[in-house]
């Protein structure tokens, strides 16, 4: 019976190590892109940024990086108003499928560091927890995402969060011939 069950054993895993090693894309890519956001705190503020994310996919549907990304946003409708924000996050995307166009869901948690003021309130910043919410699709090496980041709540600032259109290109990563 002990050699049944270690026959049987053997055979499952070797069943499941060649079933891990069939993989439809290749699991490292970076992505990178332009951000262009608005945000939400009080007044209107529209803003420009960029990001670089590497990540490695654990198989077709589910991949984890490191995102770094800055923006800079400005308002000038009653007085002039800046925010200057990096982030640094670890971040999980979800994909659909595994076709040309492969629509994604994901989220991030990491650290937000925000300088910001105006003519009325002075400059001030700091640090604080950030948290990512996006969806989007990839079609090609092209990416395509809407997301909403929170970048925490500053003494001076208040509270910081943004609501980002990003466009941007992925390098690795794709489909195995």
Not at 51 to 62: Q, S
Not at 104 to 119: D, E, H, N, P
Not at 125 to 136: D, F, K, Q, Y
Not at 158 to 169: M, R, T
Request: hydrophobic share 40%; aromatic share 18%.
């Amino acid at each position: 019976m002990k050699k049944l069950f270690i026959t049987f054993v053997f055979i499952c895993f070797v069943t499941l190590a060649t079933k891990a090693q069939e993989r439809s894309y290749y699991p490292f890519r970076v992505d990178a892109g332009m951000n262009a956001a608005t945000t939400l705190f009080s007044g209107s503020s529209l803003g420009l940024g960029y990001y670089i994310e590497p990540r490695y996919a654990f198989n077709a549907h589910f991949s984890l990086g490191l995102q770094y990304n800055e923006m800079f946003l400005m308002n000038t409708s009653e007085n002039i108003d800046f925010r200057y924000n990096m982030e640094l996050m670890a971040t999980g995307d979800y994909f659909f499928n595994t076709s040309t166009f492969r629509p994604f869901v994901g989220a991030g948690v990491g650290l937000s560091w925000l300088i910001g003021g105006g003519t009325d309130t002075g400059v001030g910043g700091g640090s604080a927890p950030a948290i990512l919410v996006r969806t989007g699709f990839d079609v090609w090496q092209v990416r395509f995402a809407v997301s909403y980041n929170y970048g925490g709540t500053y003494e001076q600032i208040g509270s910081y969060d943004y609501l980002a259109l990003s466009v941007g290109f992925f390098i690795g990563g794709g489909k195995r011939k």
